[in-house]
């Protein structure tokens, strides 16, 4: 059974920082693209960013790029994601996804594809 586990959400002062994790069981990672959305209250689930299986190919939505950075460890199981100067409208919980896919080159992760999800962790960045 695939197992998605998020950690790292909480609270934060806008420019701040969080780091997430996204702990995976039950499946190789090496044979996925990973990927985090973000879902605010009232709004839809939206893609944030995504990596390749190997960790050479990533991809940002317009919003975080420049401000997150997504990596993984693939011996670790866990990807990760650093979240740098944070917004109030960064505010949201956050989501692990993971993919079948080996595509050498990552594009957006879309929700329609992802395979399995995480539980999701609560973000809130105060103004």
């Known amino acids: 059974q695939v197992r998605l586990r998020e950690s790292g959400g909480g609270l934060v002062q806008a420019g701040g920082s969080l780091r997430l994790s996204c702990a995976a069981s039950?499946?190789?990672?090496?044979?996925?693209?990973m990927g985090w959305f973000r879902q605010a209250p009232g709004k839809e689930r939206e893609f944030a960013a995504a990596?390749?299986?190997?960790?050479?190919?990533?991809r940002y939505a317009d919003s975080v790029k420049g401000r997150f950075t997504i990596s993984r460890d693939n011996a670790k199981n866990t990807v990760y994601l650093q979240m740098n100067s944070l917004k109030p409208e960064d505010t949201a919980v956050y989501y692990c996804?993971?993919?079948?896919?080996?595509?050498?080159?990552?594009?957006?992760?879309?929700?329609?594809?992802?395979?399995?999800w995480g539980q999701g962790t609560q973000v809130t960045v105060s103004s």
């Open positions: 039950g499946l190789t990672l090496s044979g996925y693209a």
């Open positions: 990596v390749n299986w190997s960790g050479f190919s990533t």
């Open positions: 996804a993971a993919q079948r896919t080996t595509a050498p080159v990552m594009g957006t992760m879309r929700t329609g594809l992802v395979d399995s």
